[in-house]
């Protein structure tokens, strides 16, 4: 698509003069702050247009209470700790294949460029600018003076002081717990580790220690409660198990299990494999209370999954319900492994929820036929929910009997725990995870490791407290910020390798990627600071930080102790106090497990209660034409170059209007088209208000005055809210679509004084349109006359005097007038040369006022509404036209609803003289026709067909001829 606009010289020319005007840079002032933050890039990759989404939108955020008079700081840092982009080093010192692809294809990087990435910090050094570029080139408003990298020497001061006072407080420990772990890297991983950034998630089980002979058939199990309901053990016949001294006992399991006990810190000494067939037949002693059950074989197990040896409660798992039924059914089976299969479902939990066997039930009603029937995963979850919530324990469960499952779980599980009859084992829930070395993760028992004790009762309890306070965007997402509260535990904060901070009281150990970046939004405070060379960190310490950041000691003694002079310190006191705590924090919804939650723990750690953090806005990701962006699909389009080609505007717009910000925003080519012409449609208009006249007053003046009132209103509601597709929406499409009716008025009285009222409309239009489109609106604003940024003019404010509703009643009956016309012209095919238009008698206005009181009022009882008008002298005469009623009952039902609350409030309203004020533009629209306006109750009126009678309030009748 072609348009004479150069959108690339438009950016590039403000770029330079919001430089130039330090137009983004923060300072304390008299003017209340507003501290945005978005989640700093970690540059081991150029930006691609998925990432452009949460900081295009904590950008126009930004740009949005800037327009509304706050001082906004938004500032951005780079974030270099971890593993990934050491991997990525050795990757490209190995020339690997895939990467060199990548690089080359995607990024299209030159040779020279790549062969400097050997050194890991020139890869970061690399992308960060890039992303920086494409920062600037989008428009981001960021003020650059506090940019910092998390390798710099005073960002590590900052990060070891964060540690030695969450050590102080208790919260950092020392101990074994179990971590997602990369057996090849020998380093724990957590979701920056993993290919796709998932987060390894894993679930303790109970390993049940079953008796055959002198060996243990360990099962491994979620529910030991279900325990009193084992008939027999189910093993895979075709899978090769080990007989393995596991911590001095014999225990047989599968191969893949013999290793994940390793990892959870057994001592595990394989003797010999033993084919599943083998174990098929034997007997098997349950624990819980001594009774032999038999071993047989279902193709459901798997290897690596728990131990490879289930135990089969066929009432309560429908799992074990329906490999009962196949084995049953199988006779060869049976024969060919010697085995008869004569055991029945021991139904030991009661709920209100099933009456038969439950496990049957269940199986029911997902209609699930088989025991490889992914269905039974549902029928497991449904029936285990409803048990663990309202089942009770029956009689045949002993001392447990009538408590219920919720309490009896834990009871059984320690009982066995104490007597030596059950241990604990961790498995994956998400497998396989992938270490971005490509090895597939496993569960770890890590030692002597270093852990944030998230686990810690009270710290939760505070970061419950402040979540529940703070405003979370979409509210929709508050539950899981709660859920994930609750289930953290203690979590690995340092590693063996990568880059980063070393843990200050233990230096083998360097302070991981979730740890090191979850408080550095008071560290732009200082970067300022330290950039501008007010700050050296040659003697900085923890006195220091606790100074300027909690208020903890005195500026005197900090200044000498530190070596920094005493009005720098206070200096930095102040303005930490002034832009803390963090208004609004903006990140991905899959940070929510982690990263932002992580944001509150440690603010509420660290931060007096005032300083904690007042928002989190949380966004969908972006998907592309519909599919989700990968390197395998070769849909992944770079940012810069997407800007280049598109222009920022347009795509910033494009990433913004699909999709509430919760969901995944489809990113499209036909939207991009879409968003052009709007905008090219804005250009175009200033050309039609370059010498404004005085703003019009006629009906269709105050009509587009009052509609952008409205509009005003209604996207600063949807602002408020971040609702930015909605603002969008009524900023691009229902203001042009109201500027279209303006033009076409205007046009069919022939008007040429109209730049009045567009140059208000577009003063208006641009203003609100200035935090998504920015150069855009200031190019536009530019042209228009005004000579400061566009960012000063202010957020638009509603001027309740421009308000009209007479005006905004004309103009919609007007429009629904014309399309009846245009209907009746298209259902009789008439050729009208004139039409005459019947406004209907005064005494129907009171009758149609006194239905819509009723209507408003919920009342639409037509007995009702009539007796009412007869009892009115005033309306009475409705009496001899019932059907007149029920007529205006119709329309007032089919009227949207804020024109029924305006059409109440109108007294005296002259359809008439809107009518006759719009025949130069229903003409014009029909044939040429002549219009007509008579009164129903004009006696010389020309109606040869008797329709003026039927003629009702805002629905004058038609004639045609
Ligand atoms: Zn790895």
């Known amino acids: 698509m072609s348009d004479r606009i150069d959108w690339n010289s438009i950016e590039n020319k403000w770029i330079k003069k919001w430089d130039e005007q330090k137009l983004f840079q923060a300072d304390p002032d008299s003017r209340n702050k507003y501290f945005v933050t978005v989640a700093y890039p970690y540059p081991n990759s150029p930006q691609h247009i998925g990432h452009g989404r949460t900081y295009t939108l904590a950008d126009a955020h930004a740009r ?105 407080k208790g919260l950092i420990v020392q101990g ?69 001294k596991v911590d001095g006992e014999k225990w047989i399991v599968s191969k893949e299990a013999a290793r994940k006990l390793e990892f959870l810190n057994h001592k595990v000494e394989v003797i010999k494999t033993v084919r599943g ?53 199988d006779k060869r089976t049976q024969k060919e492994l010697g085995i008869s299969v004569d055991v029945d479902p021991v139904i030991i939990i009661g709920s209100e929820e099933y009456s038969g066997i439950p496990a049957r039930e269940a199986i029911k009603q997902v209609g699930a036929t088989g025991q490889n029937d992914v269905k039974l995963e549902k029928a497991t979850s449904d029936l285990y929910s409803r048990e663990f919530y309202k089942g009770k324990m029956m009689e045949n469960t002993g001392r447990f009997a009538g408590m219920t499952v919720a309490v009896a779980k834990n009871e059984v599980k320690q009982g066995l725990m104490k007597s030596g009859a059950a241990a604990t084992m961790y498995e994956l829930v998400n497998k396989p995870v992938k270490c971005r070395c490509g090895t597939e993760c496993v569960v770890k028992l890590l030692s002597d490791q270093w852990f944030l004790n998230y686990g810690n009762k009270e710290w939760k309890g505070q970061a419950h407290e402040c979540a529940t306070n703070m405003d979370i965007v979409p509210q929709d ?33 360097i302070i991981e990627s979730l740890s090191d970046s979850v408080i550095y939004m008071a560290y732009y405070v200082i970067a300022k600071f330290v950039n501008n060379k007010s700050l050296s960190d040659d003697s900085i ?81 972006v998907l592309m034409e519909g599919k989700k962006m990968s390197k395998s699909l070769g849909n992944i389009i770079p940012l810069r170059a997407a800007i280049k080609e598109h222009g ?23 939207t991009i088209r879409g968003i052009r012409s709007k ?47 909605e603002a969008i929406h009524y900023i691009l499409y229902s203001l042009e679509q109201d500027l279209q009716w303006y033009l076409k008025r205007t046009a069919a009285k022939g008007r040429e004084n109209v730049s009045g009222t567009l140059s208000e409309f577009l003063n208006v239009q641009v203003r609100m349109l200035a935090p998504f489109a920015p150069f855009t609106a200031e190019e536009v604003w530019e042209r228009m006359g005004n000579r400061e940024s566009i960012t000063t003019a202010g957020w638009p404010v509603i001027n309740e005097n421009k308000i009209d509703p007479v005006a905004e009643e004309s103009e919609f009956l007007i429009s629904s007038l014309l399309a009846d016309i245009e209907n009746i012209v298209k259902v009789t095919k008439i050729t009208p040369s004139k039409i005459a238009v019947y406004t209907s008698a005064g005494w129907k206005e009171q009758v149609y006022k006194t239905i819509l009181a009723n209507i408003l009022d919920g009342k639409t009882n037509f007995g009702e509404i009539m007796k009412q008008l007869i ?91």
């Open 648 to 670: 920022a505007d347009i795509l910033r717009l494009a990433i913004l209007v699909s999709a509430e910000i919760l969901q995944d925003a489809d990113f499209s080519f036909d």
């Open 176 to 244: 074994s717990h179990p971590v997602g772990w990369c057996p090849r890297d020998q380093n724990p991983v957590s979701q920056h580790d993993t290919m796709g950034d998932v987060e390894p998630d894993f679930n303790e089980y109970t390993v049940i220690k079953f008796r055959t002979g002198d060996s243990i058939l360990p099962a491994a199990t979620l529910r030991p409660e279900t325990l009193f309901g084992v008939t027999n053990m189910w093993v895979n016949p075709d899978v090769d198990y080990v007989q393995a």
């Open 679 to 725: 905008l090219v449609g804005i250009f175009e208009m200033v050309e039609k208000c370059r010498k404004p006249q005085a703003a019009g007053t006629e009906l269709e003046d105050r009509w587009l005055a009052s509609r952008l009132q409205r509009a005003i209103a209604e996207t600063a509601t949807s602002m408020d809210r971040l609702r930015v597709r």
């Open 871 to 961: 009892a009115n002298p005033e309306t009475a005469k409705a009496k001899t036209d019932p059907k007149l009623v029920q007529k205006m009952m119709e329309d007032i039902l089919s009227t949207p609803l804020d024109a029924r609350k305006r059409r109440l409030k109108l007294a005296g309203f002259a359809e008439a003289t809107a009518i006759q004020d719009a025949a130069s533009l229903l003409s014009g629209e029909i044939n040429k026709a002549q219009i007509v306006v008579y009164s129903e109750e004009n006696s010389s009126k020309y109606d040869p067909k008797s329709k003026a009678k039927s003629a009702r309030p805002f629905k004058p009748a038609l004639y045609m001829e």
């Open 477 to 509: 997402i508050r539950q899981e910020f709660d859920y994930v509260i609750d289930w953290l535990r203690e979590r690995a904060c340092a590693r063996k390798s990568g880059l980063g901070t070393k843990l200050p009281w233990d230096e083998e150990w």
């Open 277 to 329: 067939k083998e174990i098929i037949g034997q007997s098997a002693t349950n624990p819980v209370n001594d009774s032999a059950v038999p071993v047989y074989p279902a193709s459901f197990v798997e290897a690596d999954s728990g131990t490879g040896i289930v135990m089969s409660v066929p009432a309560h798992a429908p799992y074990d319900y329906q490999a009962l039924e196949d084995l049953k059914a």
């Open 541 to 621: 310490n923890d006195a220091f930080f606790d100074y300027v950041l909690l208020g903890i000691g005195n500026a005197n003694q900090v200044a000498k102790e530190c070596k920094v002079p005493m009005q720098i310190v206070e200096q930095i006191r102040k303005e930490f106090g002034y832009f803390y705590p963090v208004d609004s924090r903006h990140s991905g919804r899959d940070l929510v497990p982690n990263h932002l939650t992580f944001f509150i723990f440690n603010h509420v750690a660290i931060f007096e209660k005032e300083n904690w953090p007042r928002q989190i806005v949380v966004n969908g990701s």
């Open 64 to 168: 949005f209470m800037r327009m509304k008079g706050y001082n906004v700081l938004f500032p951005m840092g780079f974030h270099y700790t971890g593993t990934p982009i050491l991997g990525m080093s050795r990757r490209v010192a190995a020339g690997d294949s895939e990467l060199m692809d990548t690089f080359h294809k995607i990024y299209k990087l030159s040779d020279d460029v790549i062969s400097t990435f050997v050194e890991p910090i020139k890869i970061a050094s690399y992308f960060h600018n890039e992303i920086k570029a494409g920062m600037k080139e989008m428009g981001y408003s960021i003020d650059w003076r506090r940019e910092f990298t998390t390798i710099d020497k005073m960002y590590s001061k900052f990060i070891s002081w964060q540690f030695r006072t969450l050590r102080k």
